[in-house]
């Protein structure tokens, strides 16, 4: 069913819908107040009020976060490196038979 057959069958009237514009009568409230109070601000209205991208992770965060998980691995790839030549050489390399 086509947009305007659906009006017509509902009663409604069409609306224009424009981008940045508000329509003289503030959607059906007595003031701009009322209307933001109830309604909040039009998609367009939000995308004029947001603040710049907020600046990226400081370079010594990504620095410290980087060297832990390095550290973790590095420490668990040790850890199972002794671990796997304990188990398949045992006390062998010690020198003791």
Same mark, same amino acid.
């Given at each position: 069913?086509?947009?305007?057959?659906?009006?017509?069958?509902?009663?409604?009237?069409?609306?224009?819908?424009?981008?940045?514009?508000?329509?003289?009568?503030?959607?059906?409230?007595?003031?701009?107040?009322?209307?933001?109070?109830?309604?909040?601000?039009?998609?367009?209205?939000? =995308?004029e009020?947001?603040?710049?991208?907020?600046?990226? =992770?400081?370079?010594?965060?990504?620095? *410290? *976060?980087?060297?832990?998980? *390095?550290?973790? *691995?590095?420490?668990a790839?040790?850890?199972?490196?002794?671990?796997?030549?304990?188990? +398949?050489?045992?006390?062998?390399?010690?020198?003791? +038979?």
């Amino acid at each position: 069913m086509k947009e305007e057959e659906c009006e017509k069958t509902n009663g409604l009237e069409p609306v224009g819908h424009r981008w940045g514009s508000q329509p003289e009568d503030q959607f059906g409230y007595t003031s701009e107040e009322e209307r933001r109070k109830s309604r909040g601000l039009e998609d367009w209205e939000l =995308v004029e009020r947001m603040s710049e991208p907020q600046p990226g =992770v400081f370079a010594w965060l990504r620095t *410290v *976060v980087g060297s832990v998980i *390095v550290g973790i *691995v590095v420490f668990a790839l040790t850890a199972y490196g002794i671990y796997y030549i304990i188990s +398949h050489y045992g006390l062998t390399l010690l020198g003791d +038979h």
